[in-house]
Nanobody, 125 residues
Framework: VQLQASGGGLVQAGGSLRLSCAAS????????VAWFRQAPGREREFVAAIFRSGGSTVYADSVKGRFTFSRDSAKNTGYLQMTSLKPDDTAVYYC???????????????????WGRGTQVTVSS
């Protein structure tokens, strides 16, 4: 499956953005779909994921309560609604998907076999 992330941009602290992850085929219900981000000089880190079975959504502690990961299965598209953005949220955001993950392995980027190009999010103070 091919993934395309979009929706990044420049926003002031406290603002909001919505990222989209469009897939070339059906992903929800078959794949675990996740968002990761990578800031300059830092490792890629987990942001949120929707598990392939049951649709459970998991968030990193750093974004819990501010970010919401939702899906439109008919459009094969996931959305990451980001609110109360902080300068520390500045990063390139990537969406990823994989069919073979177990629940406990969702947070590791090395477990995902399908990646889209990133979209830059910059939060100014």
């Amino acid at each position: 499956v091919q993934l395309q992330a979009s929706g990044g941009g420049l926003v002031q602290a406290g603002g909001s953005l919505r990222l989209s992850c469009a897939a070339s085929g059906r992903i929800f219900g078959l794949y675990t779909v996740a968002w990761f981000r990578q800031a300059p000089g830092r490792e890629r880190e987990f942001v949120a994921a929707i598990f392939r079975s049951g649709g459970s959504t998991v968030y990193a502690d750093s974004v819990k309560g501010r970010f919401t990961f939702s899906r439109d299965s008919a459009k094969n598209t996931g959305y990451l609604q980001m609110t109360s953005l902080k300068p520390d949220d500045t990063a390139v955001y990537y969406c990823a998907a994989d069919r073979g993950l177990i629940f406990s392995s969702m947070g590791s980027p090395g477990n995902y076999g399908n990646w889209g190009r990133g979209t830059q999010v910059t939060v100014s103070s």
